[in-house]
């Protein structure tokens, strides 16, 4: 099971720092991405980061990210973050976590490679 939360309103240029906790699932086997779906358009990948036992290298979409994101996990938590700087308004979205399967020595982007997703946390750019 995956849980997110962190989300909410905040100004063009502020920050934010979402958290996806997880029970059920060890993490030093699964990676875990961070999806975002706006009103109207995709769900699309935002951030991964590989399991422990793969090497914990993280990945970004830099399309939009830019070096404004930054995923981590705590092991000890079971939670991995997202810590988001110099929001945008285009980073109005729900966003999402996601596990990938077991031992996967992968990130990946790809909505249909991922079974087990949180609900969702809203987070709104607005000024």
């Known amino acids: 099971q995956l849980q997110a939360s962190g989300g909410g309103l905040v100004q063009p240029g502020e920050s934010l720092r979402l958290s996806c906790v997880v029970s059920g699932l060890d993490l030093d086997y699964h990676a875990i991405t961070w999806f975002r779906q706006a009103p109207g358009k995709e769900r699309e990948g935002v951030a991964c980061i590989k399991s422990r036992s793969t090497g914990s290298s993280t990945y970004y979409d830099e399309d939009f990210v830019k070096g404004r994101f930054t995923i981590s996990r705590d092991n000890d938590e079971n939670t991995v973050y997202l810590q988001m700087t110099s929001l945008k308004p285009d980073d109005t979205a729900v966003y999402y976590c996601?596990?990938?399967?077991?031992?996967?020595?992968?990130?990946?982007?790809?909505?249909?490679?991922?079974?087990?997703w949180g609900q969702g946390t809203e987070v709104t750019v607005s000024s």
């Open positions: 996601a596990a990938g399967p077991y031992g996967a020595d992968w990130c990946s982007f790809h909505v249909p490679d991922f079974r087990s």
